[in-house]
């Protein structure tokens, strides 16, 4: 499926996740080169934020993921980890900053002091004193106004910008190889956004960290990322470099997603412009190809799960793919 070189500093294969008798997310597969920047995308619930968790070990309650994550020189599968052995890589090789960082962030302890943590956690710094100076250094980073003073505050203190400024912070503190952010920008307003993206990018540029980047938003992918996964009913549905997927999609669901783009909005039931019907919730999902109570192009065949065609560089899972430019 959709893979970087050899030497990935992140391995996915056959990623499932499930409760009880439930499928949610099924043999997602796929790897990040070091420094690479890759997309997720598709619309709300299809299983994105799930993956990023089950990468993180930080599913909810209940929920179970099944397959192999690997990082590269982690001895172990992150799957099934222990919570010891992922607690030492979580924020340390591997950092997530999440949409709403309220839900991240502790409410009763200043937030420099919460960036300082993860490094002693880590050793990433011998000791407080040096952790003071390297947060105040970190927020000079991340542009937050005021470094000396900032880290003193609470998190209600600030703003939605700044908090996600120090979820930022936080998880950049300890040079991670990886990072994920599942939608960082949504909730902030227009202008704050555009800084958001410029001070994720910068971070992963300088610590070399591989980045995961989930959003809804495809010029945004277009502008950060290399390559983009798309995702639909708990699959991956096409993968490939960002200028040929969004060029030349295979996959009617891509093709879908990209002419609703050129659109302002979804309606207010979350359906798009161009793509009939709206996402099933979990479990109602058609057996075979997940698309297939959407897709203009279905036939019988598709009753069946089509399987993946082609490989690391551009492939797709449909039975029917959309033609090449001109076909
Ligand atoms: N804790 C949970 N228990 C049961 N179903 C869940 C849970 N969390 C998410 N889901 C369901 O899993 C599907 C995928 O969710 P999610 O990964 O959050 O989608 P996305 O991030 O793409 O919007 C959705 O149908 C969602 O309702
Ligand atoms: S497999 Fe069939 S239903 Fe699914 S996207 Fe392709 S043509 Fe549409
Ligand atoms: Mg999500």
Redesign the pocket.
Known sequence: MSSAAGNAVLTVAGLS?G?RD?R??TDVSFSLGPGERVGLI????????????SLMGL?????RAAGSVRMAAVDHDLVDASERDMTRVRGDRMAMVFQEPMTALNPLMRVGDQVAEVMLLHDTQPDRRSARAAVTELFQRVHLPDPERMPGSYPHQLSGGQRQRIMLAIALANNPSVLIC??PTTALDVTVQALMLEEILAGVEREGSALLF?T?DLPVVAMVCQRVLV?YG?RLVESGPVREVFTSPRHPYTAGLLASSRFEESDTAGRLPTISGS?????HFPAGCPFRDRCPAATEECAEWPGWTGGAAHGFACWHPVGRTGQ
Request: no cysteine; charged share 15%; proline share 6%.
């Open positions: 996740v409760v439930l949610l997310v598709g619309e709300s619930g299809s299983g994105k934020s799930l993956t990023a968790l599913l909810p309650e209940g929920l599942d939608e989930i809804h995702m708990g996402v099933p919730a979990a479990g």
